[in-house]
């Protein structure tokens, strides 16, 4: 994180996994994505299995979903460049922010990533 509290990080692939322990499984509980910055990207997420592509967004970009499975719920979300342009991503559980990443880069010329579970 730089002084000015931004992150910074090429869009060379990159990976962030957070593991949520403490929550109980019998709960549904809200994940949140939050992309900011410049550019489009396509932006792919992954709920317990079941994939969902949204082939070209213009940002900001924010996804509540409700995690219902019983047991573990697992996730993950990809953000790859469409155009030339920085990206900032942050992940959130019931509010409380689990994991981030961030980086710039130019058409197709990265992805980033964020994953974790819940349970």
């Given amino acids: 994180m730089t002084a000015s509290g931004r992150w910074t990080r090429?869009?060379?692939p990159v990976a962030?996994?957070?593991v949520l322990a403490a929550c109980s499984s019998d709960e549904p509980h809200t994940l949140t994505f939050d992309v900011?910055?410049?550019g489009s990207f396509a932006i792919t997420y992954v709920?317990?299995?079941?994939?969902?592509t949204e082939p070209q967004v213009r940002l900001p970009w924010r996804k509540d979903i409700t995690l219902a499975e019983q047991g573990e719920d697992t996730w993950s979300l990809s953000i790859?460049?469409?155009d030339a342009?920085?990206?900032s991503a942050v992940a959130y559980v019931d509010g409380?922010?689990?994991t981030r990443t961030a980086g710039s880069g130019s058409s197709g010329g990265g992805t980033s990533s964020l994953s974790g579970a819940v349970g």
């Avoid at 709920?47 to 969902?52: D, H, K, L, M, V």
């Fill in 16 to 18: 962030a996994i957070v």
């Fill in 85 to 87: 342009g920085s990206v």
């Fill in 47 to 52: 709920i317990n299995g079941r994939s969902t």
């Fill in 96 to 98: 409380q922010l689990i």
């Fill in 80 to 82: 790859r460049h469409l």
């Fill in 10 to 12: 090429s869009l060379a």
């Fill in 36 to 38: 900011t910055g410049e």
